[in-house]
């Protein structure tokens, strides 16, 4: 996969998003203990919010997204040989998920 890239800056990150059901977010966090090596985990504050600074476990953060006691996190790993986010936000529907890969 190749960075998008504009004449007047830097190439941009790799980023896709897709619209998922609670069991793929329970296998997605189950992917990234078993392939990833997780470095954060944080949770978002709100519609305008970033992330808060008190880290959270994975499997925590995986919880509260289930129950509903968050509205988003955001996971930082390593795969790859690259570092990755997911943005995990809850919706009426499932969870939209966007990843994006930060080369370097």
Known sequence: MNEPT???GPPMPLMVEGLI????LRQL???LASA???TDVREKGGPRGYAL???LTPDLARDRLLSGLTRAV???YRFDS???TDTI???PTGYRVVRCRHDS
């Open 53 to 55: 600074p008190t880290e």
């Open 82 to 84: 690259h570092e990755w």
């Open 6 to 8: 504009f004449a007047d």
């Open 74 to 76: 955001q996971v930082r």
């Open 21 to 24: 059901d609670a069991t793929m």
């Open 29 to 31: 966090f189950s992917d």
């Open 89 to 91: 936000v809850r919706m």
């Open 36 to 38: 990833a090596t997780v």
